[in-house]
Nanobody
Framework: EVQLVESGGGLVQPGGSLRLACAAS????????IAWFRQAPGKEREEVSF????????FYANSVKGRFTISSDRAKNTVYLQMNSLKPEDTAVYYC????????????????????WGQGTPVTVSS
């Protein structure tokens, strides 16, 4: 069973950048589809981005498209989320999630599609 651990969150000014990391232990990322979600205070968890283990195909929520980039480093068993041009509305706790089930791509935004979750890393965008 895989364990996911996020890191890289923090406080950043609007327009700044952060890179989040999701490190896996107990299994190889080569077998997992991985997604990033986020949850702001008082709001529901929402999808951010997804990367397929099969072909590294990626998807993004419209709110982050063009600003965020998801990537994977199989040698390090880590998935990254590079976040640029950050806005105050990006403030949230960011979670990575994984599944060995080969997802139908249109189900990637659903939290119920994932079996494993990290503990989250907080991101605050504020001046």
């Amino acid at each position: 069973e895989v364990q996911l651990v996020e890191s890289g969150g923090g406080l950043v000014q609007p327009g700044g950048s952060l890179r989040l990391a999701c490190a896996a232990s107990g299994a190889s990322f080569a077998d997992y589809d991985i997604a990033w979600f986020r949850q702001a205070p008082g709001k529901e968890r929402e999808e951010v981005s997804f990367i397929s283990s099969r072909n590294r195909r990626t998807f993004y929520a419209n709110s982050v498209k063009g600003r965020f980039t998801i990537s994977s480093d199989r040698a390090k068993n880590t998935v990254y989320l590079q976040m640029n041009s950050l806005k105050p509305e990006d403030t949230a706790v960011y979670y990575c999630a994984g599944t060995t089930s080969r997802l139908i791509y249109n189900s990637w935004p659903l939290p119920s599609s994932y079996d494993y979750w990290g503990q989250g890393t907080p991101v605050t965008v504020s001046s």
